[in-house]
């Protein structure tokens, strides 16, 4: 999709702040706001705004533990992947699930309050789930860069 200048810089400041106030907006965009009003509703209509959140700090939220697990399959049937990819959909300390090409077939981003508790997470539930052949971790120490900004 291709967007023009307005459009980039619009869609900029949405990403920074999805609650600025509509008068800001329509200044710092350079629109009107029946024009700013018509782009929200073709963005959100095409899937391009896919929803409005408040990202909360993880640290201050009690889950200040970030751990990548890499995960096998045990089989590649339709079943099997349908099965695993709901159980990561119901399953909220999954913060997001990636299919991957490489050694694995997914990588998982979990959000834990201690390792301990993810100890629980990957012994109780990953690892005994019929679909998930092995899994490897590996915890964060530092966070260098994190954005939900696409540079556009």
């Known amino acids: 999709m291709s967007f023009s200048a307005s459009d980039r810089t619009f869609l900029n400041l949405l990403q920074k702040n999805a609650i600025i106030p509509k008068n800001e907006l329509i200044e710092q965009a350079g629109m009107s706001g029946t024009t700013l009003w ?11 705004i896919r ?5 909360l700090d993880p640290d201050i939220a009690g ?11 045990a089989n590649y049937t339709p079943e099997a992947r ?44 990953i690892l005994t789930h019929p679909s998930v ?14 954005s939900t900004e696409l540079p556009l």
């Open 63 to 73: 889950l200040s533990v970030c751990i990548f697990v890499s995960i096998n399959l």
């Open 51 to 55: 929803k409005r959140v408040t990202l």
């Open 82 to 125: 349908t099965s695993f990819e709901q159980f990561v959909e119901r399953t909220p300390k999954i913060m997001e699930c990636f299919s991957v090409t490489g050694s694995y077939d997914y990588t998982l981003i979990v959000r834990e309050e201690s390792v301990s508790s993810f100890e629980r997470l990957l012994m109780h539930e």
């Open 133 to 146: 052949a092995s899994a490897t971790s590996q915890i964060a120490l530092k966070c260098q860069k994190y």
């Open 38 to 48: 018509r782009k929200i509703q073709e963005f959100e209509s095409n899937g391009l």
